[in-house]
């Protein structure tokens, strides 16, 4: 078959492998110049999600203050994102994180598979690191934490719970005074740098061929005529129009992997998902002091502030920013910003003070999509040529990779490997 893939971050680059994998013809748009430049480019390390990592159950946004979550929330929400704040809400309900956790589970196994096969295949060097220690700060937020503590032991998760001076001894980094209630170890997952997987495996498909990237192409529409479906592309900037005519290309099928952008083409064609899109922030520091820089990677677990080492340098992201779905596009103001950025610092001062030179850190800001339920978007939509690969949230980059096997088996109409009630969670129309 012939299938274009609209996106080329980390989802769009990774179902363009499976395809490829398949034994399809693909063909990758972006609209940057290069793949990995959206949420992809942000990355905060984390390969793969625990159940403390996904943003959704009892310690997501538990509290009313927003210094204390970790998520600020814009003044002047309007219904919709009020609205999918609440349906959030309910999954902090110990039970419902639960069965959310259980549906997400099988996709999150997949992903580590799909991942271990490509770097088995590859060899990719991507600046993988083991181990992610998890800090939180009162008895009140270790008690929020049960829940997803049970769920580790459920799923036979290999973690250990550590005291703070236990937290302290293996990772020296992390200061002991003022008390905090504990930590959190896992010393086999991973952390690691999502753009330049992207671009090791975007490189490795240009070699073996059988993928085309159209880099710096915008898709401005999708067209479904008949057996067969089509993108429209929107005119380059600056390229002379000298006839009416839009570029189009025909396909066997369409995969929308376009990230906060698929929106819009989606409601375009008459699906509006809600999904909402939210404003992340990260700083790249430059280590300040090499003994007092961590070993392991450290997560703030309450405030999902992650603080991966890089070579020479600290990664450090979340402060994530809630607001009207309808003001995104703007910038966000310079005082919010700073709030934002306050929180990274802070956070990276709190747990391991003289790590990191954040006077001298680099600012970024990117758009996750977040979904009211906790999980991805992947499956068939509208169409039957038609799939979408979207809305990975804030834990997005593992689950990518298994999401495009997911669909490589969609679109030739396999029975791809989830339980069925994986695959309904993860459908388009189970919003409807
Ligand atoms: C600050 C930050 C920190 C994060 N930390 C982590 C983490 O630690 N662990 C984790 O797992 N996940 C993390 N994530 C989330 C993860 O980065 C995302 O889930 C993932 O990158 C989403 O990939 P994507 O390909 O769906 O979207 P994107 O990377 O946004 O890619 C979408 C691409 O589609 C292109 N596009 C859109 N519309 C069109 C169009 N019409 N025509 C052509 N091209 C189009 C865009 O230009 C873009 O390149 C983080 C995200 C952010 C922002």
Redesign the pocket.
């Known amino acids: 078959m012939d299938v274009i893939v609209?996106?080329?971050?980390?989802?769009?680059?990774a179902t363009a492998y499976q395809l490829r994998a398949a034994g399809h013809r693909v063909c990758v748009?972006?609209?940057?110049a290069t793949?990995?430049?959206?949420?992809?480019?942000?990355?905060?390390?984390?390969?793969?999600?625990t159940p403390l990592?996904v943003w959704f159950g009892p310690t997501f946004m538990a509290n009313r203050q927003n210094a204390k979550n970790g998520v600020i929330n814009k003044p002047g929400f309007n219904g919709p994102a009020r609205q999918f704040v609440k349906k959030l809400a309910e999954l902090q309900e110990p039970d419902e994180f639960g069965r959310q956790y259980r549906l997400l589970r099988p996709l999150i196994e997949l992903s580590r598979e799909a991942m271990a096969d490509m770097e088995a295949r590859f060899g990719f060097e991507f600046e993988q690191a083991s181990g992610l220690l998890y800090l939180v700060r009162s008895a009140q937020e270790w008690q929020q934490l049960q829940p997803a503590l049970g769920l580790l032991a459920l799923y036979e998760v290999p973690h250990h719970v550590l005291s703070p001076a236990e937290c302290a001894a293996y990772e020296h980094s992390v200061r002991t005074e003022p008390e905090f209630a504990g930590g959190v170890l896992f010393e086999h997952e991973r952390?690691a740098n999502?753009p330049l997987f992207t671009k090791l495996l975007k490189q490795t498909l240009d070699t073996q061929g059988g993928v085309q990237f159209m880099l710096g192409?915008?898709?401005?529409a999708i067209r479904l005529d008949g057996q067969r479906a089509a993108v429209e592309l929107a005119p380059r900037p600056g390229a002379a129009s000298r006839s009416r005519e839009v570029d189009v290309i025909h396909a066997d099928a369409i995969v929308v992997?376009?990230?906060?952008?698929?929106l819009?083409?989606l409601e375009r064609l008459g699906l509006a998902l809600p999904l909402h899109p939210l404003r992340?922030?990260?700083l790249v520091a430059p280590i300040a002091h090499e003994e007092c820089a961590p070993h392991v990677a450290i997560v703030d677990a309450i405030k999902r502030i992650?603080i991966s080492r890089m070579n020479h340098r600290l990664r450090i992201?979340?402060g994530a920013v809630l607001q009207g779905a309808n003001l995104i596009e703007k910038p966000l103001g310079e005082a919010l910003t700073k709030e934002a950025l306050a929180l990274l610092g802070q956070a990276t001062h709190d747990w391991i003070p003289g790590a990191a030179r954040i006077s001298a850190a680099l600012p970024?800001?990117?758009?996750?999509?977040l979904s009211p339920d906790g999980l991805p978007v992947v499956g068939n939509a509208l169409h039957p040529r038609i799939f979408v690969?979207?809305g990975?949230?804030?834990?997005?980059?593992?689950?990518?990779c298994g999401a495009g096997k997911l669909i490589a088996d969609l679109v030739v109409g396999q029975a791809p490997d989830l339980p069925d009630e994986t695959l309904a969670a993860l459908r388009v129309d189970r919003f409807q």
């Open positions: 609209i996106g080329g971050g980390i989802a769009g680059v748009v972006e609209r940057h793949v990995a430049q959206g949420a992809t480019y942000g990355h905060g390390g984390t390969v793969l999600p990592d952390t999502c192409c915008e898709v401005s992997a376009g990230g906060y952008g698929s819009a083409l992340v922030h990260t992650g992201a979340g970024w800001e990117g758009i996750k999509l690969n979207v990975h949230g804030p834990a997005g980059w593992g689950l990518a």
